[in-house]
Nanobody
Framework: QVQLVESGGGLVQAGGSLRLSCAAS????????LAWVRQTPGKERELVTA????????YYADSVKGRFTISRDNARNTVYLQMNNLKPEDTAVYYC?????????????????WGQGTQVTVSS
């Protein structure tokens, strides 16, 4: 069973950038599809991006397309989320999620393992 620990959240001004990291342990990292999911109080959680086990397939929600980039380093058991041109509406708790699959999972409900989350706050 894989454990996930996010880092890199914080407070940034609109237009700025942040890079989130998610370190995995306890599982065979390359077997997992990975995603970043965000949650804001009072709103449904949103899967913003996902990446397949080998990094060849990626999905981005329309709300972040062109601004966010997901990547993974299978040698370091880490997945990253580079967030550029941040907007106040990107403010949320960001969770790293994993599932045992070779497919590209684009629904948050598909994911079985979750980190504790990291807060991202974008000020206007």
């Amino acid at each position: 069973q894989v454990q996930l620990v996010e880092s890199g959240g914080g407070l940034v001004q609109a237009g700025g950038s942040l890079r989130l990291s998610c370190a995995a342990s306890g599982g065979t990292f390359i077997k997992y599809g990975l995603a970043w999911v965000r949650q804001t109080p009072g709103k449904e959680r949103e899967l913003v991006t996902a990446i397949s086990w080998n990094g060849e397939n990626r999905y981005y929600a329309d709300s972040v397309k062109g601004r966010f980039t997901i990547s993974r380093d299978n040698a370091r058991n880490t997945v990253y989320l580079q967030m550029n041109n941040l907007k106040p509406e990107d403010t949320a708790v960001y969770y790293c999620a994993a599932q045992l699959t070779v497919l590209l999972g684009t629904f948050a409900e598909e994911y079985d393992y979750w980190g504790q989350g990291t807060q991202v706050t974008v000020s206007s």
